[in-house]
């Protein structure tokens, strides 16, 4: 199951910014089980754990995705449990004020993507929270549509193995066939325990070509993206990004 | 010699946009002797005139750079005979209100900037004009450092054959020595008789790395590069940045 809890938080306005999003980290991992924190920490890349905080106007949301039935009842339990909590980093005060969930079989989204007769043909990217992908020992801060989709693939792969996406021809083959055809980007920074991860924020327009089942798969990987988030750090708080 | 020709001229604001850059190139033709315009037609890609639109807040200025003396005297005679003309696209007429003329010889730029003994670490390069790169016969609309190399070392060798610059294994060596930094930039179309070419603008900064003749290099290429342009259709108004 995909589990996506949307935390409305009340946090001071000196604080509101993606980077606070390894403070929220900290403190989910404070609030569980001793195995489970030992559970995640085996996990570097691909943690069933993403969370973000997610910026929109006035309204503030830590957005939590799980993708493990057992970590999301104890979330769940740990958040309702609250009507405040502290970050140690600053002792400031963040209230909860709503909590929604949203739940996902994945076995749904694999049949309703994989039988759209009609794809569109282009999907704009809002990037939400710092991104970036490292690659040679270096952070790329630029796009770049095989890094996004090896990414995606991995992380479904980690998650639900029963589908097996990932695959170096399929991944080939799938960059040649789409194309980032407009964007509006700049260059920024994730402050994450003391050091800033070169990454990049703003929105981008893929374009999707080839035959009808490539694109019904580049589709669907940029649709599940939205969940697991692109990139490195994504349990951090980068990588999260909507479909517009 | 390196001419640049300066003009402020009037312009009708509704066609205040790089984009009139190639109708301005077509009224040079017309004005040119016969011989001189067939002359330019044999270079496609590496023309010894360059020229664009520059809009600077209120001011605008066209342009005009010119790596071969004799072209520069016709193109000066031309302009100083006239006060205005018409484009023939919208019959819009065009005042000339200032003629400027800067002349530098390669000789001393070559020497000021191999002899530096300090290289700034950082470039930032403020691109002016629409920019695009074309490989296996597509636009690419992120700027690149190598093709950004390749085009400028490109240019020089044709203009300045004496020097000699462009060499793959140099080429991926000043590749491996630079790094584009940070960013803001987005996509946008240059127009050009009826086609839109794929394009971007902002600004980026480009960090200097490696031993000091390989700083020096990558710094005058940058700064060469202020003068020829990058990318395609550099005669036509696309690809003009200068170093801030």
Redesign the interface.
Known sequence: MISKILVNIGLPDEIKTANIGSLLHGCLMEWLPEETVSFLHQYSTYSPLKQRLLLNDKKVQWEIVVFNDILFNQIEQTLTLRKSFRLHYNQKEITIEKIEIQQLAIEELVKKYFSMQEVPRYARLNIQSPTSFKSNG?YD??PDLKKIFRSIMRNTDTFFPEYRLFDGDTLEYLVSKT?????????TKFHLEGIKI?S?QGNFTVQLNGPLPVKQLSYFLLTFGQWTGIGVKTSLGMGKYFLE
């Open positions: 270096q801060i630029f194309k980032i055809v407009n964007y509006q980007l700049r260059s070169p990049f």
